[in-house]
């Protein structure tokens, strides 16, 4: 059974920063990709950022230059440094993995989803 465990999640006043993990385990992190979708109250699902097993990255426009999403210490584990947060990135934030390209207009039938962690940005 393929399981994601997230942490890092919270409130931070805009500008500040914050640092979301992902461990994955039953899922073997080659050849795929992992990555972060985020979902709002009232919206879609986007693909915020992703990592592929040879170091590919992929950032939604609304995020380039202020995350950074990375390989973690261990092979199936990523991390997603958030800075200069603003209020339009609450939201609640899933880990993803997938055998092929995470997608970019849609959150459903992929390999693994994680339960999420709430990013609350205050003005």
């Known amino acids: 059974e393929v399981q994601l465990v997230e942490s890092g999640g919270g409130s931070v006043q805009t500008g500040g920063s914050l640092r979301l993990s992902c461990t994955a385990s039953?899922?073997?992190?080659?050849?795929?990709?992992m990555g972060w979708y985020r979902q709002a109250p009232g919206s879609e699902c986007e693909l915020v950022s992703s990592i592929s097993s040879e170091g590919y990255t992929h950032y939604a426009d609304s995020v380039k230059g202020r995350f950074t999403i990375s390989q973690g210490n261990t092979k199936n584990s990523i991390l997603l440094q958030m800075n200069n947060l603003k209020p339009e990135d609450s939201a609640v934030y899933h880990c993803?993995?997938?055998?092929?390209?995470?997608?970019?207009?849609?959150?459903?039938?992929?390999?693994?989803w994680g339960q999420g962690t709430l990013v609350t940005v205050s003005s």
């Open positions: 993803a993995a997938d055998r092929a390209v995470l997608p970019v207009g849609r959150c459903n039938d992929l390999d693994a």
């Open positions: 039953g899922f073997a992190f080659d050849g795929g990709d």
